[in-house]
């Protein structure tokens, strides 16, 4: 079994919160001393996938493949898994498991950045990498 492992970011002050005093309660609703910050913060999982450098996927995460185009790393709750959408669909906020990239071998993928710390790479296609 793989670990549960996650990254919280800061939704106010814009940065990844190291400090994992944090209390992830079952319903995944997120606590700090008793209270209930779960609107602050966003909670993104590890997929249990690194990319061809060995650097951990996480939801959010901007892939490039290795013919250059540009995908979003989404949970998608209907099947409980991850998939890669590619940002034309990702930007349009109507996707789903039809805009996956079925073919896509995430370890031949590079993490080239996340939607939260790196919105400039959303601004182009999925050929802009």
Same mark, same amino acid.
Request: some cysteine.
């Given at each position: 079994?793989?670990?549960? /492992?996650?990254?919280?970011?800061?939704k106010e002050? /814009?940065?990844?919160k190291e400090?994992? @005093?944090?209390?992830l309660?079952?319903?995944?609703?997120?606590?700090?001393?008793?209270?209930?910050?779960?609107?602050?913060?966003?909670?993104?999982?590890?997929?249990?996938? =690194?990319?061809?450098?060995?650097?951990?996927?996480? &939801?959010?995460?901007?892939?490039?493949?290795?013919?250059?185009?540009? @995908?979003?790393?989404?949970?998608?709750?209907?099947d409980?898994?991850?998939?890669?959408?590619?940002?034309?669909?990702?930007? !349009?906020? =109507?996707?789903d498991d !039809? @805009?996956?990239?079925?073919?896509?071998?995430?370890v031949?993928?590079?993490?080239?950045?996340?939607?939260? &710390? =790196?919105?400039?790479?959303?601004k182009?296609? !999925?050929?802009?990498?």
């Open positions: 079994m793989r670990p549960t /492992k996650y990254r919280i970011w800061d002050r /814009k940065i990844w400090d994992y @005093h944090y209390h309660a079952p319903n995944g609703q997120l606590y700090y001393d008793g209270m209930n910050i779960t609107e602050h913060k966003e909670i993104v999982f590890w997929t249990g996938i =690194n990319d061809r450098n060995g650097k951990e996927i996480y &939801e959010g995460d901007i892939l490039v493949d290795e013919y250059g185009f540009i @995908h979003v790393v989404q949970y998608f709750q209907p409980c898994r991850y998939i890669t959408v590619v940002i034309e669909a990702f930007k !349009s906020g =109507n996707w !039809s @805009h996956e990239h079925e073919d896509l071998v995430w031949e993928c590079k993490v080239i950045g996340n939607i939260y &710390e =790196n919105p400039e790479l959303l182009g296609d !999925s050929k802009d990498a």
